[in-house]
């Protein structure tokens, strides 16, 4: 059935904030070159998961992981592992566009610098390259030095996709990347994630049953820290296993 | 009733909002009032490039630069001794330091604002000018690099909390897309905290100048006090405001000393502004630039 391999395997997962445990016992597969998505009513604990996959939650004081998070293999919490290395392996994208107060060509080029690159016309053609993967070239490439502040939500925010992808991930993860973006940038966004299935592991969060429906493969349903049905997307919102699943699907609560 | 009410609160705090507005365009009266007269003496050429500042003399000469000079010579040795330690500990505050450590550090800090400058005036007198003294084989340590030593020490916790504050407005989600982008924390603060609030952190700096250059009582304490050219750190110096506050209790009254002082404060009231209103402009820049203003 599950023909890809998986890319991502989480064990026993748990995650506290202090005393405060915000997920609990997770366990799941990401498979690859696949869209999933994570639903789920607020708080429940899709930001916390999604951060933990490229470690953005070593830096929240106070917080602990049990548990293991597998990519291809090996744990990512080991003590050898390379956190540099795991978060160019899984890029992230935030939910409000966030990017740097510097020209549209610096905003991609940073990635490329810190790992050395100092090549210029290496550096150009990655810059051309992920911002025609992220569907913005066409509209930029006249003014690629002027700021990235000046672009529109959606256009910054697919900005924010090419810096990503400018460094070469294998997986990409999404928190809401649609959450501050009207429906034609949305829709840009969602067709953008079609496309750049062919090529990565992706992980979406979103609080939009319709957008899960429409670009993910599997869905994993989340509810007060806990997974409470994970499956390939059709089968989780046409015969969801789970009560609690069919209730949120169907809106009585979240 | 209330309605009554309303417009009285409403007129009090116009009123009083606006009694600073007055306080300020009273004080520019008086200063021009009393310091323009100089100018029938001596030209304004001649007061501001003058090089000799013999106010007493039986032919008195009234030529500020030595004194203006003073002032820049003094503050930019202060600056380089505040800049790089308040914006040293205002990134370590706020990159590097723990809670606890930042509970003790930042309240250290600003307990230096509160220290009376005469205190400072003390501190310069009986440690930095022996020190420097014995340093430097000078025949006094009251000079312009002692003046610079204690004035940059008074500097920090205006240019440490102001450059502070300027690193927590750099929004948490750059930092969070250099990290995620695999930077380090030092490439993260080089790349991307520094520039972010540079301009911020260039405010911190003006404003911290334009306390340097205000400070009257301790550089009339430790800068020496000699009004002539200056040629080296240090000489003993004589900045403007030690001038105004040295002398004006011996100027006559409408005399031309008299009025040469209230110029000097001209010109003194001048620098200020421009350090003010390039910290406000740059600032106002650099909300626009991160879109705080929107
Ligand atoms: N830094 C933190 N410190 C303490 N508790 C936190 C922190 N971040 C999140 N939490 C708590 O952990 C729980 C899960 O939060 P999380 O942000 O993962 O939820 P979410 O599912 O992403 O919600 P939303 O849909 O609103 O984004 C919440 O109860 C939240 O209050
Ligand atoms: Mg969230």
Redesign the interface.
């Known amino acids: 059935m599950d023909i890809n391999p998986a890319r991502i395997s989480v064990e026993n997962l748990n995650f506290y904030y202090g005393n405060k445990q915000a997920l609990k016992n997770i366990n799941l597969n990401i498979f690859e070159k696949k869209v999933t998505a994570i639903i789920g009513p607020s708080g429940c604990g899709k930001s916390t998961f999604i951060r933990l996959l490229n470690r953005m939650n070593d830096l929240v004081p106070g917080g602990r992981v049990e548990g293991s998070i597998l990519l291809d293999g090996s744990d990512i919490n080991a003590p050898e592992a390379d956190v540099v290395d795991i978060r160019r392996r899984v890029g992230m994208v935030f939910q409000k566009p966030n990017p740097f107060a510097k020209s549209i060509s610096q905003n991609i080029s940073y990635g490329l610098e810190l790992e050395g690159s100092r090549k210029k016309d290496f550096i150009e053609r990655k810059i051309e390259e992920s911002l025609k993967k992220a569907a913005l070239w066409e509209e930029v490439k006249d003014r690629l030095d002027e700021s990235a502040l000046g672009l529109s939500g959606g256009q910054q925010q697919r900005l924010c996709i090419a810096r990503c992808l400018a460094v070469e991930p294998e997986v990409i993860l999404f928190d809401e990347p649609c959450a501050s973006l009207d429906p034609i940038s949305t829709k840009k966004i969602e067709e953008l994630i079609l496309e750049l299935k062919k090529d990565y592991t992706i992980i979406i969060v979103t609080h939009n049953m319709q957008q899960a429906a429409r670009v993910s493969d599997y869905t994993a349903f989340m509810y007060l820290g806990e997974l409470v049905e994970f499956g390939h997307t059709e089968k989780v919102f046409t015969v969801p296993k789970e009560k609690r699943t069919e209730e949120y699907l169907s809106g009585k609560f979240g | 009733m209330s309605r009554l009410k309303e417009k009285i609160y409403r007129w009090l705090f116009t009123a009083l909002a606006f009694s600073s507005l007055l306080f300020l365009v009273g004080i520019m009266a008086v200063l021009f009032k009393e310091g323009l007269p100089v100018f029938k003496e001596v030209s304004p050429a001649n007061f501001i490039f003058g090089k000799s500042w013999y106010p007493t003399y039986s032919v008195p000469e009234f030529g500020i630069l030595p004194l203006i000079l003073a002032s820049l010579w003094v503050t930019a040795g202060a600056v380089a001794v505040s800049v790089p330690l308040g914006i040293g500990s205002a990134l370590y505050i706020h990159e590097l330091a723990g ?1 606890k450590q930042k509970a003790v550090l930042k309240p250290l800090i600003e307990m230096l604002a509160a220290i009376p400058s005469i205190v400072f005036g003390f501190f310069g007198m009986v440690v930095v000018a022996p020190f420097l003294q014995k340093v430097f084989a000078i025949p006094t340590g009251l000079c312009g690099l002692t003046a610079s030593v204690v004035l940059g020490i008074m500097a920090i916790p205006t240019v440490s909390s102001l450059a502070d504050d300027a690193l927590g407005f750099v ?1 948490r ?2 930092k ?9 924390r030092w ?1 993260t603060l080089y ?2 905290v520094i ?2 609030a540079g301009s911020g952190i260039s405010t911190a700096i003006i404003l911290g100048m334009s306390r340097i250059v205000g400070e009257t009582m301790t550089v009339l304490m430790v800068s020496g006090g000699a009004a002539v050219m200056p040629s080296s750190f240090l000489q003993p110096m004589r900045p403007l405001t030690s001038t105004i506050a040295a002398e004006m209790g011996e100027a006559a009254m409408g005399g031309t000393h008299y009025h040469a002082l209230f110029a000097i404060g001209l010109v003194l009231f001048l620098i200020t502004l421009v350090f003010n209103v390039a910290a406000e402009v740059i600032s106002r820049r650099y909300r626009i ?3 705080l203003n929107r």
Do not use: D, I, T
């Open positions: 809670k929004p989600s750059f969070e897309a250099s990290y995620a982008l695999g930077a380090n490439q790349k991307v520039p972010a630039k991160l879109g």
